[in-house]
C-alpha cells in the first residue's frame, strides 16, 4: 500500500461512481422486461401498457428523487426498504453517534437522514438513495447490551456515510425498483443451484458444463441461421452468469472503498473489531447483503492497511499539497 492510500482524500460522487452501478444493473432490468413478458403476454396489448407503466415508476423516482429530495426520497425509502424514523429514546442514543461520524467524514447533519430498520435482528446498517442511513434494530440492541463500544458503533456508521459521500447508492432505489421482477425469479433459482451444489456431488459438474452446452448450442443455432434464439441463448447466459458476477465485482469495490474511508478518518480498527465480532458469532457472512466481499476477505484488508507504516508528516503535506492542486 502507498503513501497516498492512507491520507487518501475524501470520496466525491462522480459520473463514473454513479453510472457504474447503473451499467452493472442493467443486465437484470432486461431480464425483467423478460419476466413480464412471459407472465403477462396473455394480457395483449395491456403487457405493454403495463411494462410502460412499470418502467414510467422507476423513471418518476429518479426524476422526482434529485427535484424534490429530501421529502420524495424520504417516502421512496419508507415504502421500499421498510425505513422508518428513529422513536424518541432511539433518536437520543443516536444522535451523538450519528454526530460523531458526520463530523469525522466533515459531513454536515442536514446532509443525512437516519433510520430504523425494525424488521432487521442482527447487527446491521443500510444506505439507500442519496441522503438515506438506517441502523437495525440489533445495532441499537448491541450497543445497549454493551456488544458493542460506540466508537464501534461510529466506525459501522462511517461506513455507510462513505457510500453516502461517493455517490455509491444515489440511484439504488430506481434500480431496485427496476430490478425487482428479475431479482423475484432469479433468487430461488440461484438459490436452488447452491442447494443442489452442497448435496448432490454430480450437481457441481453439471454446473460447469451448462456454459459449454450453452456455447455448443450457440454455434449450431448460428450454423442454422436461427439468430433470434441465439440473441435470446446469449441474453439468457449473460443474465445469469455474467451479469450477477459483474454486479457483484461492482458491489465488493464500493465496500472496500466505504471500509477504506472509514480507515482513513482513524476507526479501521474499530470496524475490523465489529467485523471479527460478527464472524466469531457465527453469522458474520450472513450480515452483509450478496455482492458484498466475504467477512475474512474485509478482515485481511483492513488489517493490511492497519499494518501499514504511517507517513511522515512531510509526506501527508504533500499529499494534501497535490490533492487540492487537482
Known sequence: MTVADQTRPPLRPTVGRAAWPVLAAAPSAAGSVFVLLLGLGWLGIWCGLVILGWVAVAVAVAVAVPLLRPRAERVAVRVAYGFRAPRELEAGVLHPLTAQALHRLGMGAAAVDWYVRPTETCVAAYTAGRRSVAVSVGLLDAYAD?????????????????????????????????????????????????????????????????????????????????????????????????????????????????????????????????????????????????????????????????????????????????????
Not at 444515489?170 to 451444489?197: K, Y
Not at 448450442?217 to 435470446?232: E, I, P
Open 146 to 326: 454493551g456488544w458493542l463500544t460506540e466508537q464501534q458503533i461510529v466506525a459501522v456508521l462511517c461506513h455507510e456515510l462513505a457510500h453516502i459521500e461517493a455517490g455509491a447508492t444515489r440511484h439504488a432505489i430506481a434500480l431496485g425498483w427496476l430490478t425487482l421482477p428479475w431479482r423475484l425469479v432469479a433468487t430461488p433459482f440461484r438459490a436452488l443451484v447452491h442447494a443442489m451444489q452442497r448435496h448432490i456431488p454430480l450437481a457441481r459438474a453439471g454446473v460447469i458444463l451448462i456454459p459449454v452446452i450453452a456455447v455448443a448450442a450457440v454455434v449450431q443455432l448460428a450454423n442454422h441461421g436461427a439468430w433470434l434464439a441465439v440473441v435470446m441463448l446469449a441474453g439468457l447466459g449473460w443474465v445469469v452468469w455474467v451479469q450477477p458476477w459483474v454486479e457483484g465485482a461492482a458491489r465488493r469495490a464500493e465496500e472496500h472503498a466505504a471500509d477504506a474511508r472509514t480507515s482513513n478518518v482513524g476507526l479501521g480498527r474499530e470496524l475490523a473489531q465489529v467485523l471479527s465480532r460478527q464472524r466469531r458469532s457465527g453469522v458474520g457472512d450472513s450480515l452483509w447483503r450478496a455482492g458484498h466481499p466475504s467477512v475474512a476477505r474485509r478482515l485481511r484488508v483492513l488489517n493490511y492497511r492497519l499494518q501499514a507504516p504511517s507517513p511522515s508528516g512531510a509526506a501527508q503535506a504533500a499529499i494534501k499539497l497535490k490533492a487540492a492542486r487537482s
